[in-house]
Nanobody
Framework: QVQLVESGGGLVQAGGSLRLSCAAS????????MGWYRQAPGKQRELVAS???????NYADSVKGRFTISRDNAKNAVYLQMNSLKPEDTAVYYC??????????????WGQGTQVTVSS
């Protein structure tokens, strides 16, 4: 089984920074894209940032220029550096990975989420 575990969430003041980490473990043949999603109360889950196995990145307009996604393929890990945080960034952040366990195809796996709270 594949598990994704997030860490690094917490409470920060507006303008502060946090760095989220996510590590995948278990039976893994390869990982394609990885990404970070977030969900605030009463809102749908949205893509924050994604990164392909080759390092191509994509960001939501609301975080572009403030957040940076990166990955370490050797560690099966993905990171999200969040700078200039705003109260509207408050949400549960979820790690996502497209994992091929057997060399037969990719499936989406999700972490349990880590809470990010930004106070004004």
């Amino acid at each position: 089984q594949v598990q994704l575990v997030e860490s690094g969430g917490g409470l920060v003041q507006a303008g502060g920074s946090l760095r989220l980490s996510c590590a995948a473990s278990g039976s893994i043949f390869s990982i394609n894209a990885m990404g970070w999603y977030r969900q605030a109360p009463g809102k749908q889950r949205e893509l924050v940032a994604s990164i392909t196995s080759g390092g191509f990145t994509n960001y939501a307009d609301s975080v572009k220029g403030r957040f940076t996604i990166s990955r370490d393929n050797a560690k099966n890990a993905v990171y999200l550096q969040m700078n200039s945080l705003k109260p509207e960034d408050t949400a549960v952040y979820y790690c996502n990975a497209e994992v091929d366990q057997y060399g037969l195809g990719y499936r989406d796996y999700w972490g349990q989420g880590t809470q990010v709270t930004v106070s004004s």
